[in-house]
């Protein structure tokens, strides 16, 4: 709870500083020649690229000599794309969602490369009377925030397959948000019945025995399609330093490749980074469990992004139709 008060607390004085005038984009050191940069990313499995990027220290590798490269974590997607936006972060790995969502809104950001996909699994509360998702008429769902990605994920396949929605359209089911970590809290207490969630949360939730699996990942909308985690810069930095974006996107493609050469250390470095963040130690048996849902890759295409934004805005969380016409640039993984 502390590092999560800490994140925020460091969150808000970013804000401070950049309302005084500071530049937390690509700063440089008082003679000129040094310059630091912060990458983000969250506690879940599916930003492993980021932990794995952190820990060898792969940035150092592409970047000039001298950068000072720092981290920043974040519990949710709207935090993380305000620190872009802001120039508080140069980068960092997100869900599709919200950076689909603010740039339909105007931010001026671009997406360079994917992280993963998969990883989103439907849980159903152990004695909450649900066998199907036809059973979900009445019950309570939980999803990190309204219109994440996995949120939309779980909406879209509820409407479209079931003709269920949510109470935020008039719907049937209500809708709650929390962090990931805490579903299993939730489920044992009984205030949720239903959650939508990214690994490593799900097979966690598989080990306590809170919960079960309702859908799991290849059944869930966009499951197997969908870029799970995005890799967003602001497009400032894309037109004012290109070199840098070229040099980030490097090492993030580094961390993908160590992933999948080496995926035991890969999922050991995501044991200790999760437990570090969280305060919560996730065993080996849940991140192997997590990580047959999730495959770890760099390449993107847009119009994968397009029809997850088409669902978006047919669920109502978009006020009109997108299109993300400029949105990704894979020209640095060219």
Not at 56 to 78: A, H
Not at 298 to 325: G, I, M, R
Request: charged letters at 25%; one cysteine or more; a negative charge.
């Amino acid at each position: 709870m502390k590092k999560w008060l800490s994140i925020i607390a460091l969150t808000v004085m970013s804000l401070v500083l950049a309302a005084c005038g500071s530049d937390a984009g690509a700063n440089s050191d008082e003679g000129g020649s040094k310059e630091e940069i912060t990458i983000g990313y969250f506690p879940n499995i599916n930003h492993v690229a980021g932990m794995v990027a952190e820990t060898k220290d792969l940035y150092s590798e592409t970047l000039p000599d001298g950068t000072k490269v720092n981290y920043q974590y974040f519990p949710d997607g709207s935090s993380f794309m305000t620190a872009i936006e802001t120039g508080d972060i140069q980068g960092g790995l997100v869900g599709p969602g919200p950076a689909m969502n603010h740039f339909t809104s105007g931010a001026e950001i671009n997406v360079v490369a994917a992280g993963s996909t998969g990883g989103t699994v439907i849980m159903a509360r152990e004695g909450a009377d649900i066998e199907s998702p036809e059973d979900l008429a009445g019950k309570t769902f939980v999803s990190p925030r309204v219109g994440c990605t996995h949120d939309v994920q779980f909406e879209t396949m509820m409407k479209e397959e079931y003709g269920l929605t949510s109470d935020r359209i008039d719907g049937e089911m209500k809708h709650v948000t929390g962090k990931p970590a805490t579903y299993a809290s939730l489920f044992e207490t009984k205030n949720v019945d239903v959650a939508t969630v990214p690994e490593p949360w799900a097979s966690s939730i598989e080990e306590q025995g809170s919960g079960k699996v309702l859908v799991d990942t290849p059944d869930v909308a966009f499951g197997e399609t969908l870029p799970a985690a995005v890799f967003v810069t602001s497009q400032k930095l894309v037109d004012e330093n290109p070199d840098m974006v070229g040099s980030i996107v490097e090492a993030h493609k580094k961390a993908t490749d160590f992933i999948n050469e080496n995926p035991e250390e890969a999922k050991q470095i995501a044991i200790n980074k999760i437990k570090d963040i969280t305060d919560q130690e996730l065993s080996k048996e849940v991140i192997d469990r997590a990580w047959e849902r999730i495959d770890f890759t760099y390449e993107v295409k847009e119009e994968n992004l397009q029809k997850f934004a088409d669902a978006s805005y047919d669920l109502e969380f978009l006020k009109e139709k997108p299109d993300l016409t400029g949105l990704v640039d894979t020209s640095f993984l060219d």
